[in-house]
């Protein structure tokens, strides 16, 4: 997270998400600049894209709402 709140994108994430799903998550909150292809057919998690930590939030709790 940088100062002014950017989620800033970190190295290898498929290789992340991947782990994430082998213990049981369902769902991803990711740096917007990743470039990912969130159709990949690998990955059963739903991913969701933020590019500021205000947005990862919102996101969260729509989830959970």
């Not at 709140?5 to 740096?31: C, D, H, S």
């Not at 990955?43 to 939030?57: G, K, Q, V, Y």
Request: without cysteine.
């Amino acid at each position: 997270i940088g100062l002014g709140g950017q989620l800033r994108t970190v190295g290898q994430i498929p290789l992340r998400l991947k782990e994430a799903e082998k213990l049981g998550f369902k769902k991803a909150v990711i740096p917007s600049a990743t470039g990912i292809d969130k159709e990949d057919k690998e990955l059963t998690l739903e991913i969701f894209e933020a590019s500021t930590i205000r947005e990862a939030i919102r996101i969260i709790f729509d989830l959970e709402g």
